[in-house]
């Protein structure tokens, strides 16, 4: 039986999610599409070759007959009331990140899905895909290291659009650092605090950049993360886990070694699509077998709900200097899967 999905949001995300199902994944189809910009949403389907249903808005997608499940590839601040709708109408979505823009936003969402009584949700934090990211967890769950102490990471992006500013850098970057460590380490956050060092004259004006997020989780492992969005030289994704008896870190994307002129080099990906396009294929493999049985699976809105509670934090210590307290409620035994 083929799954019928229907798009909310046909930007590049939701294109390139439409171009995955279409071309590369098996299993599903897209029935439908919406955007605010309808003449973006009709464009997006004859590259495609699609004939999928045109709605105006989320909600009237949601309600037809016509679409089994949802994706929500729209901007952040629409997300909330389409992934609400689609929980009450009992249908199987995936949300990009920001499950929504704020934690009580997010909260809303989990109380939906928890009434409703059936996990219904899947978070866009596709890093839990990657493969590094996975034999990294393989070498911290055998305990191939010890019990985690540290961890080191960086979040680099060659450059950023004038319309970045300093918060985005945790709502929009290090969120994904934020839920990753929490799957990698099994572990929540304590405290939070932001430092900043000398600010990079390829920084636009209004944006604060580099700056380093320093996280305490609960067992007492100490994070620190360099988030430089303006760095030049590429793409560039670090993680190392520094445990009792021995360290892991994450590997590099593969490349080709050469030679040549005097020098011994490899390539660094400029764009993140690149380096987590497998990750992306993967993910959606995961909630489209999931939603054809009616559930949901991979990250949580649970998890997409912590992660909005650590930004938060994280945005109030950019702005206070001090060290923030992350409280988080809780978990509903719903979620305990």
């Known amino acids: 039986m083929t799954l019928n999905i229907g798009v909310i949001g046909t930007g590049a995300i939701g294109r390139d999610h439409m171009r995955r199902i279409t071309q590369t994944l098996s299993g599903a189809r897209i029935s439908a599409v919406s955007d605010v910009n309808r003449a973006a949403a009709e464009a997006s389907l004859a590259p495609l070759g699609l004939d999928a249903e045109v709605f105006a808005t989320g909600p009237e997608l949601i309600a037809s007959p016509n679409v089994d499940a949802v994706l929500v590839t729209s901007f952040g601040a629409a997300h909330e009331p389409d992934v609400v709708a689609a ?13 929504a823009t704020t934690a009580q936003g997010c909260r809303n969402i989990v109380e939906a899905e928890v009434a409703g ?3 219904l949700v899947q978070v866009g934090f596709m890093r839990r895909y990657d493969a590094g990211y996975r034999m990294l967890k393989q070498v911290i769950d055998k305990d191939g290291v010890g019990a985690p102490l540290m961890v080191h990471a960086a979040h680099r992006n060659p450059t950023v659009a004038s319309n970045y500013v300093t918060e985005m850098a945790i709502h929009d970057t290090l969120i994904h650092e934020i839920d990753v460590f929490r799957w990698l380490l099994d572990d929540d956050y304590k405290t939070v605090q932001v430092v900043f060092p000398r600010r990079s004259p390829n920084a636009h004006e209004g944006l604060r950049d580099p700056q380093i997020v320093l996280i305490e989780t609960v067992k007492g492992v100490r994070i620190d993360v360099e988030i430089f969005v303006n760095c030049v030289y590429g793409y560039d994704i670090q993680c190392e886990v520094v445990g009792e008896t021995g360290l892991a870190r994450l590997p590099e994307p593969m490349s080709i070694q050469s030679r040549s002129g005097a020098r011994l080099s ?14 992306y294929d993967v993910e959606l493999r995961d909630f489209i077998d999931a939603a054809s049985k009616g559930t949901a699976a991979g990250p949580s809105s649970w998890d997409g709900y912590a992660a909005a509670v650590a930004a938060d934090a994280c945005v109030e210590a950019q702005t206070s200097g001090q060290i923030v307290a992350v409280t988080m409620p809780q978990k509903p035994d719903f979620y305990n899967f």
């Open 117 to 119: 009584g059936r996990r």
């Open 87 to 99: 929980v009450k109408a009992g249908k199987p979505v995936f949300c990009e990140k920001p499950l």
């Open 266 to 279: 490899n390539p660094i990906l400029t764009d993140w699509k690149d380096r987590f396009i497998d990750a």
